[in-house]
């Protein structure tokens, strides 16, 4: 870590030192060549703990990192698909009621996703002002058979 430290503080001063050279000296010879020393001295800080084996870099061992530690549940990861399909169909119908002019409150939709993971809408609840136009415009997106229910009492 101390090696990355002191490379790090390296680079940092010659790149400053670059940076003022370029600013103290306007556009001539001296400038150009007071640059490419200087970058030569960054390029030599920056390959010298390579060279001289102060610094290496492996890579772990592939064993280190256990599978179990970040795998899922399959339940977890069906139920987080199904809330995620619902949340996203509710938000879709509901942007589709409101572009129609009915006044929507909330849009439910109850989602079962099947073995061969199609997306199976059971239910649509529809809290609407409109109702019988909310639930034509729901029929209408997701099929004449879908069942809408009226979420109001």
Do not use: W
Not at 52 to 64: A, H, T, V, Y
Not at 131 to 144: M, N, P, Q, R, T
């Amino acid at each position: 870590m101390e090696n990355i430290k002191g490379i790090a503080a390296a680079l940092c001063f010659v790149s400053a030192g670059i940076y003022g050279v370029r600013n103290l000296v306007s556009d001539s010879a001296l400038c150009r060549k007071a640059e490419v020393i200087l970058k030569m001295i960054f390029a030599a800080v920056l390959i010298s703990p390579f060279v001289n084996g102060k610094f290496s870099f492996e890579l772990p061992e592939l064993s280190d990192y256990e599978i179990a530690e970040y795998s899922f549940s399959r339940d977890e990861y069906e139920s987080e698909l199904t809330r995620q399909a619902s949340e996203n169909i509710s938000q879709v119908l509901t942007e589709q009621i409101m572009a129609s002019g009915t006044i929507c409150e909330k849009v439910t939709a109850e989602v079962n996703i099947s073995e061969d993971g199609s997306i199976i809408i059971s239910k649509v609840i529809v809290e609407a002002d409109d109702f019988e136009k909310a639930a034509d415009i729901v029929k209408s997106c997701l099929g004449g058979t879908t069942e809408v229910v009226n979420g109001y009492p």
